[in-house]
């Protein structure tokens, strides 16, 4: 049983796709999440379909949707880290660091869930999970929470391996969908499109609503 | 948003001229671009609060819009350009969006600085 969970990420809706089942098992079990997410998506290219937002207005609509999103899965705790879209890697990264590590000093999860830094396709997504593990390894040892990471690069298992956390999310799959759906300036254009292919028994939605995948990052090796 | 109105951009754009300007300009294929269609050079940038006043400033084209400035020691140059509004704020802001309605390229002017 965890005690308590921390997700970083950079984006809001970067918790929609690969992990909301993960978070509402965790939350619906009573366990507390924090979600530290780092800007509001202010470069996003989806401006709603029909389009109903622009450059300027996005990050206020996004974070309405990600303060609905995390309603739907429980999160009570959401840091906004006010940072900017696109910038993660190219922004202080000691203060990151800093930033991530004094949050994990005050709630110290025993589980921290980010993406894995090499694998995760987008630069914001590498550089945030470089930050966290960075964070992660100046606690000592026997104090440092496991992290279990996102991955999603081409080709990504050749090199790290199969993930080695599996969870089945079947029973909030409906939910999962809900929180996707919350995220709507970017995923109306294919929010109906999913939930056709999933009541259509599509196996590949079906697996990306019902299994969540994880790799335990290897913080010391 | 709405579709340029080209007769009402340039009006706009030319009670713009000489003024202290701030500019936020941004071109994008995504960031998964690579990512979908790994033979794919995925090249973008923005540049966002740069001040700039122009000496001209002209929308062309049948639309999509292209809009061509000429400043004291330069150019600035827009392409691809669909919508536009002036918002509660006075900022004039362009943008191209694709089919699906994604953003491609947004222009943006401003007598005051974008939020950082």
Request: hydrophobic residues 40%; glycine residues 8%.
């Amino acid at each position: 049983m965890e005690r308590h969970i921390l997700v970083v990420f950079p984006h809001p809706d970067d918790e929609a796709f690969g992990v909301a089942g993960t978070i509402l098992s965790y939350t619906s079990a009573g366990t507390p999440v924090t979600y530290i997410c780092l800007t509001l998506g202010e470069m996003g290219r989806n401006m709603g379909r029909p389009l109903f937002a622009d450059r300027e207005t996005l990050p206020e609509i996004r974070k309405k949707e990600l303060l609905e999103a995390c309603k739907l899965l429980g999160i009570k705790d959401l840091r906004p880290f006010g940072m900017r879209d696109k910038m993660i890697e190219f922004t202080d990264q000691q203060l990151l660091i800093q930033r991530l590590y004094n949050t994990i000093i005050e709630i110290k999860p025993s589980l921290i869930i980010t993406f894995y830094p090499g694998y995760a396709v987008h630069p914001d997504h590498d550089a945030t999970g470089a930050a966290v593990i960075q964070a992660v390894k100046r606690l000592p040892v026997e104090e440092q929470p496991v992290v279990h990471a996102v991955a999603f690069s081409e080709g990504c298992e050749a090199v790290i391996g199969e993930p080695d956390i599996i969870i089945d999310i079947k029973e909030f799959a409906d939910k999962k969908l809900k929180v996707i759906e919350a995220h709507q300036s970017q995923t109306a254009g294919m929010i109906e499109a999913m939930k056709e292919h999933y009541e259509n028994g599509d196996e590949e939605v079906k697996e990306r609503l019902t299994k969540e995948r994880f790799w335990t990052y290897p913080i010391e090796e | 948003m709405k579709p340029i109105d080209p007769q009402m951009a340039q009006k706009t754009l030319s009670d713009l001229k000489g003024k202290q300007l701030y500019v936020h300009l941004e071109t994008t294929n995504g960031a998964y671009a690579s990512h979908r269609n790994q033979s794919f050079l995925s090249a973008g940038t923005f540049i966002r609060n740069v001040q700039l006043t122009f000496l001209n400033g002209t929308i062309k084209g049948h639309g999509p819009y292209r809009i061509g400035m000429e400043t004291e020691l330069g150019y600035v140059y827009a392409e691809g350009l669909t919508d536009w509004k002036i918002n509660k704020k006075g900022q004039v802001l362009f943008a191209g969006h694709d089919k699906d309605g994604k953003l491609a390229i947004a222009f943006q002017l401003s007598e005051t600085p974008f939020p950082k």
